[in-house]
RNA sequence: GGUCCCUUCGUCUAAUGGUUAGGACACCACCCUUUCACGGUGGUAAUAUGGGUUCGAAUCCCGUAGGGAUCACCA
């Protein structure tokens, strides 16, 4: 085909597209100094954990360059699409503090100049490239059969992978005649747009990535499909075109892109377009139970996939995410170590910290993160957010923690606010179960191993201290108190016993250990005083009591 | 199967040819203590493997093994 015949393809194809250079034009080039990143979530689920890694990623970066950050619904994929998610993934940015600065804001609304933000919005746009393409002579129409199911691209995979490893062909289509053409148009017949890829996979050239930094990269040569048969475009030409006229500087994106790089690349030249600076993450993994390896992790197999779980239990959104910064530059804790009380967001962020290796998901460090950052919370804090919590995730919690707020907050208190405060807290969900003690019903379970104290004189003990307990002014008297009445049952203190343990009942820890059961039914509370005060005389001489009753 | 990427304590990782291979989580012990915690001190624990280059290798090169990814009119 010659220029002259490049150019009435295009027309034929496209006859009501307009020139790219009216897009051109009316997309300005920002003059924003820093990087501008971009999130870009398929409305085919809900937000995953994944892409809200990524979203600290975009968000960190723009905000550390003084760059923006924007969001772009990609919902190119009709099939696939789940009424409602790209609502939802937007609210869970902003619920993760990671809210976009531009672009879609959920379904009825868009920020900024670059728009339209949802891709099936911008066919037309698609349209006038895609024309652009065909006077170029780069893409071609092709007429071969439309889409499958996914089962029956797996089963044709697999074949064509017995019969031959490289299955990069050059694709039929691209020699077909302006006549032949015609006639398969004039047949009604539909088309795919493909591009007539000019690489060869012999050559490679040199390739910088932010992350995986300096590779070589072997050049295209499939003739990838760029917009389907039904009139939509496929991830590689929507990405180069919005991302050009949108001025994304930076592409930040999961490392099972890197492969598909070459055609990113080959397309943006085609158009002739700037080069982007490319990210290519690892991904969050976990170790699979029936394989025993790595793999990523899956919106089926894993229920934290979908982040939102970690709102159900009651973690903080903070703790994710100051786990998530950890994975990503790992002198982050170091930072939040001597930077004990600012926000994360001070952090000095660097693309370049971020490692090539997938990272395993650990529930115990992001536990230790999420205790650590409740601990510097104050009573009210721990309060209130436990209410909220609650109000949304649990009806049963929310009537208890709304109608017991006084108690809590006194149990809160405890061992809080000072240089070293208590970490008992890890989530939310876990308020009721760890402080039931202070709330109505309480009925303690536990079982009960004496070890080695003797049972008759713990009894002796506790009938005691049950038929004389009373209030004492401060921790110290409480304590002296208990010291007292322990010592008359032959409970002595820590280094005597050690001396001889045969000789006597048991230790002090002994004696206040049996006394937390009864009253907390836990062998692990804050510090007894306070709590046998919350819930005064009568209360905590009935606990004791009952334990008294199963010594029998 | 082809291609690409990766491999340091159990986990996350630091160490840009010279460190006693460092830190954090987890685990264990001890200390502190007025009980539970918090905290403190210490401990167990790693350069996948075989060659090569070098005075010297976790680091550079080659092979091997293992793992991950990709090979759609999905993103």
Avoid at 145 to 165: F, H, P, Q, V
Avoid at 263 to 290: M, Q, W
Wanted: proline residues 4%; hydrophobic residues 35%; contains cysteine.
């Amino acid at each position: 085909m010659t220029e002259k015949d490049y150019v009435e393809l295009a027309n034929l194809l496209y006859p009501d597209a307009q020139d790219t250079a009216f897009y051109l034009k009316k997309y300005k080039p920002r003059n924003a100094k820093g990087e501008v990143t971009r999130i870009a979530p398929s409305p085919t689920g809900y937000l995953h954990i994944g892409q809200l890694y990524q979203a600290v990623i975009h968000r960190m970066v723009a905000d550390k360059t003084g760059g923006i950050f924007y969001c772009r619904l990609e919902d190119t994929d009709t099939k696939r699409e789940v009424e409602n998610a790209g609502q939802i993934a937007y609210d869970m940015l902003v619920r993760f503090g990671l809210k976009p600065d531009e672009g879609y804001c959920g379904d009825r609304r868009e920020i900024g100049e670059y728009g339209p933000y949802v891709q099936s919005k911008r066919i037309e746009i698609y349209n006038a490239f895609a024309k652009e393409l065909v006077k170029r002579g780069k893409a071609f129409p092709c007429f071969c059969a439309g889409s499958e199911n996914k089962e029956e691209i797996l089963k044709r995979r697999e074949e064509e992978l017995e019969e031959s490893n490289d299955i990069e062909v050059k694709d039929p289509c691209r020699n077909l005649t302006l006549e032949q053409i015609k006639a398969n148009l004039k047949a009604g017949k539909k088309f795919a747009l493909r591009l007539k890829s000019e690489g060869n996979v012999t050559k490679t050239h040199e390739f910088v990535d932010r992350i995986k930094g300096k590779k070589d990269l072997r050049e295209n040569a499939k003739d990838d499909v760029l917009i389907k048969s039904n009139g939509v475009p496929v991830y590689a030409l929507a990405h180069v075109v919005d991302d050009t006229l949108m001025g994304t500087t930076t592409i930040v994106r999961g490392q099972e892109w890197f492969q598909s790089l070459p055609v990113h690349i080959e397309l943006s030249r085609a158009f002739g377009f700037k080069p982007f600076k490319y990210a290519h993450t690892p991904n969050i993994c976990v170790i699979d139970e029936k394989t025993g390896n790595k793999r990523k992790i899956s919106k089926r197999k894993d229920p934290f996939a979908d982040v939102r779980f970690f709102l159900k239990q009651g973690y903080p959104t903070t703790a994710i995410i100051e786990y998530i910064l950890n994975l990503l530059n790992s002198d982050f804790e170091v930072w939040r170590k001597n930077n004990p009380t600012l926000p994360y967001t001070e952090f000095q962020f660097a693309i370049n910290k971020i490692g090539v290796t997938n990272p395993m998901f650990d529930f115990a460090k992001l536990n230790d993160i999420s205790k650590t950052i409740i601990s510097r919370y104050t009573a009210e804090q721990v309060y209130t957010n436990a209410l909220n919590w609650a109000k949304e995730w649990n009806e049963k919690d929310y009537e208890i923690i709304k109608q017991n707020k006084a108690n809590l907050i006194k149990v809160f208190s405890i061992d809080r606010g000072g240089d070293r405060p208590r970490k008992d807290i890890t989530k939310f969900d876990e308020i009721t179960t760890l402080y039931n003690y202070v709330l109505p019903n309480f009925k303690p379970k536990f079982n009960l191993n004496l070890g080695n104290v003797n049972k008759q004189k713990l009894k002796e003990f506790l009938t005691d201290y049950a038929n004389n307990y009373a209030q004492q002014a401060d921790n110290q008297a409480w304590f002296e108190n208990l010291k007292q009445v322990a010592g008359n049952h032959n409970f002595v203190d820590n280094k005597t016993y050690k001396q001889n343990p045969s000789a006597y009942a048991g230790n002090i820890t002994d004696a206040s250990k049996f006394v937390r059961l009864a009253i907390t039914g836990a062998e692990n509370s804050p510090e007894l005083y306070s709590i046998m005060k919350i819930l005064g005389k009568a209360t905590c001489v009935e606990r004791l009591n009952n334990l008294i009753k199963k010594l029998k």
